[in-house]
C-alpha cells in the first residue's frame, strides 16, 4: 500500500474528528491501526488530532518494524500504552476525546478517561473501512487468487480414507506456499453428515465414497482475507445431492445477480431464499446470506435479512447460501464479490460445477 | 481433560468468590471459558455462582457443541451474551458481581452495569491457571514434543538457498501433520543479520552459507502451546558465533538450574544475566528471560529482572536469554520447563549443541 492511501484514510478520519468537534481519536484496535497507519504490530495505539497529527506509539520490541512500516510519527514507550497516551493528551491539553468503546478493554477506558472525556466513537474507522479501495480490491483479488489456486492443487488429489484433518493441512500449507502469511480463519473440511454443521471442524474422520464434501477457506495475505467454499460429491452425485446443489448454486447465482451499488444487503439474502424456496429448502439455510471482508474475515456489512445497509461500489462481501440436513449432510457455495456501480465482480474464479471426485 | 477437573477448577473459583462475598462472577474471556468449562467455542459467558451454579451462555452456531464440551448447564440465546447475561444476573437477584475488567470490553462492561455493581476481578482466573495440574503438563508435554518432532525432520533439510518463510511454513505443516491445530504464535525462521531482531516474520530472504539461522517455534495441540528456539550454524560456525553460543547456552543452564519452586522469577534472570556479564554480553540480552505457557502462549508468570513472583511447582514457563547484535545476527536458546518441588523438569527434548548444517 502507498503511503499516500495512509495519508488519505487519516484526512478522512481527521475529518470525522472535526465533525464531532473532538480534540482526538485515540485508535488502539491493531487492525484499524494498522488500516490507518500501515504498522502491523500487535502493541500501538494512534492518537489523531483533528488538524491532521498523526502520532503512533508501541513498544520497544517494534521499535525498528514502526520506523519501517509507517509515515506517522512514531513514539517508543516502556509500560502500558494506555497510561502514555493519557499523558500525551493531558501534555496536549486535548480534552474530548473519542475513543473505540466496542473494542478498548475495561482497563484500557479507565486509565484514558483519566484527564480527558470519553466519547464513544463506535463504528467510525470500520465504517470507512467497509468501502475498499482499488488497491485494496486488489490484494483481496490476490489473496483470494492464491486460496482458490490452493484449492485446485488439493482438490484432484482427495480420496476416500484421507482425513478431514489431513486435507485441511493440505490446503493451509498450498496456501503458504503460495505466498500466504496463512488461513484467514480455520479452514473447514467436513465429509458426510459433518457437513450439515455450518462450523465444523476438521477431524481425524476418514472421508468415505458415496459423501458430500465441504471446503470452506480463505487465505490471509498481505494482512487481507479471502473467503470461498466448495461442495463437492466423493463419488457419482446421489440424485438427492445433484438436487440440492442445484437450487443451492442458483440461489447463489440469483443472490450474486441482485448485488449492485445501491441494492439493500436484504435483497440480496431474499433472492437466495426466493430461489430455495421453490425446493421447500430455505428453512434449510440457517445462516445468512454473507458478510463484508477485508483486513478482518468478518467485516461490515452483514448480508441478512434485516440488514438495511445498502450496498456500495468498493464493498468487497461473501455470498454464501447453504442448505444443511441433518444426518444426510450439508451443501454451501460462497464466492468473494466486490460491488460495483452496475453489478459486482466474482473475485473466486473456481469453477461452480458439481465435481465428482 | 476430565469433566472431574473442570468442576474442581470451578469449585476454586466459587470459593474466591465467597471470599469476596460476591454473589457472581462473569468469565467471557474464551480461554478462561475453556479453562473452566472444557468450551472452546468463541463466543461465550460463564456465570459462575458462590454455591457452585455454572451457566454457560453461548450463540445457536455452538448449540451442538457446547452440548458436547462442557458439563455446565447451556442456554443457547441469539442477540448480544452481555446482554443476556444481564437479563439472568437481573432476574436471579445477583448484585455484586465480579468481571474480567482487564479483558472485557468498554461496551460490554456497560451492558453488564446495568442491573449489577461490577466488581473487578483482576486476573483471577488467570492466577488459577498459573498453576498447571498433571493432566495439563502432560498435554504442554504432548505440545512440545510436535513442535520438537518437527523442528528435527525440517533441520536436516534446511540448505543455504532456502527462504526463511519456505523454511517456516515446512515447520507449520509438519506440526499440523504431526497432530497440532496450528503454530502457538507465528514461527519465526531469521537468517543472518535478521536474526538479531528478536522479533522478525519470516520473509522471502534465502538463506545463506556461514550466517545464524534462528528458528522460534512452537505447537498449539489440544488448545496447549508449546515454545522453543534454536540456533544453528549455516556452514562450519565462525569463531565469534561459537563463543556467542557458549555465552548464552551456558546462561541458559544457569537459569535452568537456578528453577524451583520458591525461588523468585528475578533470581532466574540474574542468573542469565551474571553468566553473560563474563563475556560482556549482558546489554545484548535486550528481552526478559521467560514467560508462563499453557492455553495461551504467553501466561503469568513474567520471568524478568523485577519480577518478584515465587515459582511454584506446576508453573510452566520458558527459559529463554538471547543475545542480539545489530548488523551481525542473534542467539537465542529456549526451552520449555514444567518447574517441580526439588528444580524442573525440561520438556524440550532437542539437542543444544551447535549445530553445523
Known sequence: MLEKEYQDRRRLACADLQARTWDGLVVSTPVNVRY????TGSSAALVLEPGGQALLFT???????AG???GCRVRV??????????RHLARRRLRRIGFENTRISFAAHQELSRGATLEPAETLIEDRRMIKSPAEIELIRQSMLVASRAYDRVIRAVRPGMTEAAVAAELDHQMR???AEGPAFPTIVAAGPRSALPHASPGPVALKANQLLLIDMGASRNGYASDMTRTVFLGRPAVKAGKMYRAVLEAQQAAIATVRDGVQAAAVERAARRRLRADGLDRAFVHSTGHGLGLEIHEAPRIGRRDKTLLRAGMVVTIEPGVYLEGYGGIRIEDTVAVTADGCEVLTPNSKELAAL
Open 36 to 39: 490507518l497507519s500501515g504498522f
Open 59 to 65: 513498544d520497544p520490541r517494534y521499535a525498528i518494524q
Open 68 to 70: 519501517e512500516e509507517t
Open 77 to 86: 514507550v516502556k509500560g502500558p500504552l494506555p497510561t502514555a497516551v493519557s
Open 177 to 179: 506456499r503460495l505466498g
